[in-house]
C-alpha cells in the first residue's frame, strides 16, 4: 500500500486555474501509475490524468486536454495537476490513486480533495 495526501482544492471563478498536489509515501514508485480521477455529485468516478512513474507517459480524458497537465516530482514523491481554463463542469472531489503497471484497479487512494468552480 501506497499512502498519498492530495492538498491544493479550493473554490476558484471559471476561466481560473488550481494546482493539485499529491504526496506519495514510497520508496521506490518506478513500476506505478498514478492518476487523478474526479466523482461530481450525482456522477461516477472518472480518470482525468495519469502519469507513468518511471518513463512519465502521460494521459488525459478528453474533456481536460489541452487545459489540465499532469507532472512529477521523483525527488519529493509528488505528483502535480495543474488546472487551468477551469469550467463549473470541472467542479467535484479529485483524488489521486496508483496501481502497480499493467494492474487493472488501483490500489492505494488518498482522501480526496474539493475543487469548486463557479460562474
Known amino acids: 500500500q501506497v499512502r498519498l495526501v492530495e492538498s491544493g482544492g479550493g473554490s476558484v471563478q471559471a476561466g481560473g486555474s488550481l494546482r493539485l498536489s499529491c504526496a506519495a509515501s514510497a520508496r521506490n514508485l518506478n513500476m506505478y501509475v498514478i492518476g487523478w480521477h474526479r466523482q461530481a455529485p450525482g456522477k461516477e468516478r472518472e480518470v482525468v490524468s495519469a502519469v507513468t512513474w518511471g518513463e512519465g507517459i502521460t494521459y488525459y480524458a478528453d474533456s481536460v486536454k489541452g487545459r489540465f497537465a499532469i507532472s512529477r516530482d521523483n525527488a519529493k514523491n509528488t505528483v502535480y495537476l495543474q488546472m487551468n481554463s477551469l469550467k463549473p463542469d470541472d467542479t467535484a472531489v479529485y483524488y489521486c490513486?496508483?496501481?502497480?503497471?499493467?494492474?487493472?484497479?488501483?490500489?492505494?487512494w488518498g482522501q480526496g480533495t474539493q475543487v469548486t468552480v463557479f460562474s
Open positions: 490513486a496508483t496501481k502497480p503497471r499493467g494492474n487493472q484497479e488501483y490500489t492505494s
